[in-house]
């Protein structure tokens, strides 16, 4: 059955996980991993990095009331050489929690300052 639809998903313009510690999350995702602070958030509750796709990734902490602190999974980075960071991130200390080789991709994952899981991503090209 096919729906005509007003409208139609075009990418993802953000992912975003959540942060106990703002200012220590956005460290890691900055010191660690490299990626480029593109702004911060008002009262220091997140920023928003800007990654060379042009897709953003965003830390921001929760409200207890509404959003309560989870650990979250499913954002996973593209990097052009799998092998060189992990090599990197152990060498500061960073732990791989463990390393998958499917038939379309390698992936190694990690965990954050916050206890979210990320996953660091290499797909093999045909």
């Given at each position: 059955?096919?729906?005509?639809?007003?409208?139609?998903?075009?990418?993802?313009?953000?992912?975003?996980?959540?942060?106990?510690?703002?200012?220590?999350?956005?460290?890691?995702?900055?010191?660690?991993?490299?990626?480029?602070?593109?702004?911060?958030?008002?009262?220091?509750?997140?920023?928003?990095?800007?990654?060379?796709?042009?897709?953003?990734?965003?830390?921001?902490?929760?409200?207890?009331?509404?959003?309560?602190?989870?650990?979250s999974?499913?954002?996973?980075f593209?990097?052009?050489?799998?092998?060189?960071?992990?090599?990197?991130?152990?060498?500061?200390?960073?732990?791989?929690?463990?390393?998958?080789?499917?038939?379309?991709?390698?992936?190694?994952?990690?965990?954050d300052?916050?206890?979210?899981?990320?996953?660091?991503?290499?797909?093999?090209?045909?």
């Open positions: 059955m096919s729906l005509e639809r007003p409208f139609r998903i075009t990418g993802i313009d953000r992912s975003d996980y959540m942060a106990k510690d703002p200012d220590r999350a956005i460290a890691f995702y900055r010191d660690e991993l490299g990626l480029k602070l593109q702004s911060l958030a008002p009262d220091n509750d997140g920023g928003e990095f800007e990654l060379p796709d042009g897709s953003t990734f965003g830390l921001w902490v929760g409200s207890d009331n509404t959003t309560p602190f989870q650990p999974n499913g954002v996973l593209a990097v052009d050489d799998l092998d060189a960071a992990v090599k990197a991130l152990e060498a500061r200390g960073i732990k791989v929690i463990t390393r998958l080789e499917t038939p379309v991709c390698s992936m190694a994952l990690i965990h300052s916050e206890g979210n899981i990320v996953t660091l991503h290499k797909r093999r090209r045909a």
